[in-house]
């Protein structure tokens, strides 16, 4: 069993502002490597020694590392060094998913879709979607792009990798969970690959469209605000081969390659005006 709590009564357990600091310090991943996930490692002192949880000697190693680390195979010198310069400085930090399940469901915050190529659409392009196996490896393929509501990308899916891109205030993967916030409390885009239940879901979404207008993404469905268009959608679904949808508005077509949930009005703008 795990230490619970130190020889200084200090509890495993690291309050939640501590870790973002962490992982703004190493950049969201290992500071050797880059990778996501990641393990909270204790190097000065090491945990047995620390009387409080301080940032400045806590570093972000994946599972590789942080064995190397507790074997004594990767030094303390080493670990405060990369610290300092993290792998991830200056680039995105990635997640490799294996997803090669029979069947997975796309929910696109309570819209369920399902078929071989699904996804969530504004103006044609994909903003988050789903390929089924077949063109790598068989497995599962992500794909779409996330900016903010200042207009800057934040995330983004290419093939089986998630990229956090670089410079995103916070990015945190617990369980099934990636996360990124521009601010507290303040949630760009929260998906989940609850694997187990065969579904990827998009929670949450605040993210920018053209003509001031906002896309949103939470509990109560999908929502689009702004002066010119202003809906709430959640409950569809929408199942099938490509080219099915259900269509929002006339003004543009969706993508024929995939099964949507299209969004389409000329208000809303295209991918150069979302983003700086
Ligand atoms: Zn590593």
Known sequence: MPTVINKHGLARHIPEPVKRAVRQACANGCV???RMPYEYDHFDPPFEDAKDHHAVGIALLCSVHH???TAGRLSVDAVRKARVKPFNAGRASVWSHHLTEQSLTLNVAGNILQGPSVGLS???AIVFGLRAPGTVDGQWLVTGSINDSSGRETLRFRDNEVLAVNGSWDVSMEGPTITVRRGTGDIVVQV???TEDQVI???RLNMRLGGGHALHANRSGIQVSGPAVNFQVGGNIVIGATGCAIRLGRDSEPPKDFATLAI???ALGSPNDWRD
Do not use: K, Q, Y
């Open 32 to 34: 050797i490597c880059g």
């Open 67 to 69: 064995t190397d680390r």
């Open 122 to 124: 504004v103006n044609g």
């Open 192 to 194: 989940s690959f609850r």
């Open 201 to 203: 879901s998009l929670e």
């Open 264 to 266: 389409n009005f000329a």
